[in-house]
C-alpha cells in the first residue's frame, strides 16, 4: 500500500518488477493489443463485481475500443469508408456492351435448316451433291424414317444366340432359375 492506502494493480509480466505492487496481475505486457485486452478484461469484471453487468450475458464492448488509435488514422479511415459508399451509389457502365444485332437473314422462315443458310429449295427431298470429279459417296443413306433402316439395330437378339451356345457347355449347373 502506498502513502495514500491505495493499492498498486500493475500487469506484470515474468521480467516486470514487483517491489512496489501489491497486486500483479500476470500477463503479456509487452504490446499495444495485449495491454488493450487486459484493460478490457479488468473493466468487464470490475463491472460484474460491482452488479453493473451480469455474468450470464455477453458484454457487447468490443475490446478494440481499449485499444489506442492515431486520430489521423481513424480519419483517413474514415475518408476511405466513404469513398468507397460514394463509388458503390455510382452507376457504373457495364465492362460488356453486346454489339447491335446483326442481320443474318434470319427474318425469313426456314423451312430445311440443312441447306445451311441456302434459300429453300421448292419440295423436293434434298438430294446428295457430289462435287464434279469427286469420288462416289459411301453406300450409307441418311433416311429421316428410323423404321425403315435395313440393317438389324436388336444387339439383344444378336448376343442372345452365343449366350445359349455357351449355357449348353457349363458344367452341369441347372439353366431353370
Same mark, same amino acid.
Given at each position: 500500500?502506498?502513502?495514500?492506502?491505495?493499492?498498486?494493480?500493475?500487469?506484470?509480466?515474468?521480467?516486470?518488477?514487483?517491489?512496489?505492487?501489491?497486486?500483479?496481475?500476470?500477463?503479456?505486457?509487452?504490446?499495444?493489443?495485449?495491454?488493450?485486452?487486459?484493460?478490457?478484461?479488468?473493466?468487464?469484471?470490475?463491472?460484474?463485481?460491482?452488479?453493473?453487468?451480469?455474468?450470464?450475458?455477453?458484454?457487447?464492448?468490443?475490446?478494440?475500443?481499449?485499444?489506442?488509435?492515431?486520430? &489521423?488514422?481513424? &480519419?483517413?479511415? &474514415?475518408?476511405?469508408?466513404?469513398?468507397?459508399?460514394?463509388?458503390?451509389?455510382?452507376?457504373?457502365?457495364?465492362?460488356?456492351?453486346?454489339?447491335?444485332?446483326?442481320?443474318?437473314?434470319?427474318?425469313?422462315?426456314?423451312?430445311?435448316?440443312?441447306?445451311?443458310?441456302?434459300?429453300?429449295?421448292?419440295?423436293?427431298?434434298?438430294?446428295?451433291?457430289?462435287?464434279?470429279?469427286?469420288?462416289?459417296?459411301?453406300?450409307?443413306?441418311?433416311?429421316?424414317?428410323?423404321?425403315?433402316?435395313?440393317?438389324?439395330?436388336?444387339?439383344?437378339?444378336?448376343?442372345?444366340?452365343?449366350? &445359349?451356345?455357351?449355357?449348353?457347355?457349363?458344367?452341369?449347373?441347372?439353366?431353370?432359375?
Amino acid at each position: 500500500m502506498g502513502y495514500a492506502n491505495v493499492p498498486i494493480i500493475a500487469f506484470a509480466n515474468v521480467d516486470s518488477p514487483t517491489k512496489f505492487i501489491d497486486i500483479a496481475i500476470p500477463c503479456n505486457n509487452k504490446s499495444t493489443q495485449s495491454i488493450g485486452l487486459m484493460w478490457w478484461m479488468l473493466a468487464r469484471e470490475v463491472l460484474r463485481l460491482r452488479g453493473s453487468i451480469s455474468r450470464d450475458l455477453p458484454w457487447e464492448v468490443m475490446p478494440d475500443l481499449f485499444f489506442y488509435r492515431d486520430p &489521423e488514422e481513424v &480519419e483517413k479511415e &474514415e475518408r476511405e469508408k466513404a469513398e468507397a459508399a460514394a463509388e458503390s451509389q455510382m452507376v457504373k457502365q457495364p465492362d460488356f456492351v453486346a454489339p447491335d444485332k446483326e442481320d443474318w437473314g434470319a427474318d425469313a422462315a426456314v423451312t430445311d435448316w440443312a441447306a445451311d443458310g441456302q434459300p429453300a429449295a421448292p419440295a423436293a427431298a434434298p438430294a446428295a451433291i457430289a462435287a464434279p470429279g469427286a469420288a462416289p459417296a459411301a453406300a450409307f443413306q441418311v433416311t429421316e424414317d428410323w423404321a425403315a433402316q435395313t440393317e438389324t439395330s436388336d444387339w439383344a437378339a444378336a448376343s442372345a444366340a452365343p449366350a &445359349e451356345a455357351a449355357q449348353a457347355n457349363t458344367w452341369g449347373g441347372s439353366t431353370q432359375w
